[in-house]
RNA sequence: GGGGAGAUUCCAGAGCGGUUAAAUGGGGCAGACUGUAAAUCUGUUGGCGUAGCCUUCGGAGGUUCGAAUCCUCCUCUCCCCA
């Protein structure tokens, strides 16, 4: 992988640029799509590729790993082969997991001990396995294993997480130094940044994951449910300490809002189940703001979901017939916000890189920030 | 023509003397969702001046301190036999 930076912002810390992977070029800020399972819900693939035009899409481990399992992706080559997906993968380790799924995990000291969602059997992630699954899933950008505090989160259990957190970290890099690909192309491994919300935590983490010398850096545990300003005020700390010229991923953000406000910290990329999820129950991101499909103020509007969206959804179908789909259980409904929410998120972020180019984002960024969280 | 069953709040359908503005489901309306246990979940759904009051369980009477619940008649549905 190769990161360079293309052009700065002259107001804001916000940078345009490039990774390179062995499957292709991603032009940064950067918006990731995230298909947990190797799909995208409720959306092709070609239609992730041909017409979204998605540089990168996310996987996540411990999905992966739990169905179809480990000896299904390896017999078909790796995720790419499996899905039909020839450009970008990233995967997740897990670590969101250990978050989410906190009532049927166990964390030591060498991992965590997982109860499966779908059938309870147990599991063990560690840091080294990890890294073995993510060399199976085959990943051009893998993540460390860490443990995504919730929120709240007392000050002393958040330092102590964070230091286990940073262990795992030493072990996992560890590995994956001592690994090697599966499938003829590279892969990166991307440390993170823990520490709840307490800047001092976040700023020493930071520091261990700068010296860590990997080739990205992911900032996580943020967007669990604390205030915005917090988030952003963790991300601005941070940010200052993560190296400049290494891409910076700001984990599971967010709103469109939230993309900008961290795009002008410094943030490179993004990625969150929202736009695809929130779709999926009828939450419409669009230039006007935010809409919810199902409201019956749409009944009768026959105008185009999204007067200046440029996905091919938003002048092909009319809110009252999207409306009309997600009322009668329509599975269009929710394959058609998909393709829109979607169109919308990489849309803005293409919007975003020509105003970084042009020196104008800060400015563009604050009138954009209102308009984006109307609700309409 | 004979015999039987039943009419409940938008719908279906409980309730069978007071704890019932009336279970439950559906539908309607609204809300939530941020590294996906999510095509999910939550709230609400007679009216109003909402710690209270008013109107409501086919219609009209009646019994009772009190009726959606018991009695009488009426109207209308459905089923079976001829």
Known sequence: MKFRILDHDTASAARRGEILTDHGSIQTPVFMPV??????????????????DAKIMLGNTYHLFLRPGLDVLSAAGGLHKFNGWDR????????????????????????????????????????????????????????ALDECTPYPCDYDYASKSLDLTHRWLKRAWHHFQNTEPLYGHS???????????????????????????????????????????????????????????????????????????????????????MPTRNGRNGMLFTSQGILNMKNEKWKNDHSPLD????????????????????????????????????????????????????????????VMVTKLQQRV
Not at 102 to 111: L, P, S, V, W
Not at 252 to 270: H, K, Q, R, S
Not at 309 to 336: K, N
Request: with cysteine.
């Open 88 to 143: 970008a993968i990233l995967t997740d380790s897990g670590g969101y997991q250990v978050f989410s799924l906190a009532g049927t995990r166990k964390i030591k000291e060498d991992g965590v001990i997982f109860q499966s969602h779908i059938d309870g059997s147990r599991h063990s992630f560690t840091p080294e396995n990890t890294v073995d699954t993510q060399r199976i899933i085959g990943g051009d950008i893998i993540m």
């Open 187 to 273: 892969q990166s491994f991307f440390p993170i940044v823990q520490g709840s919300v307490y800047g001092d935590l976040r700023m020493k983490s930071a520091e261990v994951i700068a010296e860590t010398g990997a080739e990205g850096n992911a900032i996580g545990g943020l967007s669990v449910g604390e205030p915005a300003e917090m988030m952003y005020e963790m991300t601005e700390k941070v940010c200052a300490i993560l190296p400049a010229d290494k891409p910076r991923y700001l984990m599971g953000v967010g709103t469109p809002a939230n993309l900008l406000e961290c795009i002008a910290l410094g943030i490179d990329m993004f990625d969150c189940v």
């Open 35 to 52: 298909g947990t399972a190797g799909a995208v819900k409720a959306l092709h693939i070609n239609d992730l590729k041909d017409k979204l």
């Open 307 to 366: 007067p200046e969206g440029t996905s091919f959804v938003d002048q092909a179908y009319s809110r009252a017939f999207v409306r009309h789909l997600f009322v009668a259980g329509e599975m269009l409904g929710p394959m058609i916000a998909t393709v829109h929410n979607l169109g919308f998120y990489l849309n803005l972020m293409k919007e975003v890189r020509e105003k970084i180019t042009e020196g104008t984002f800060a400015g563009w960024k604050n």
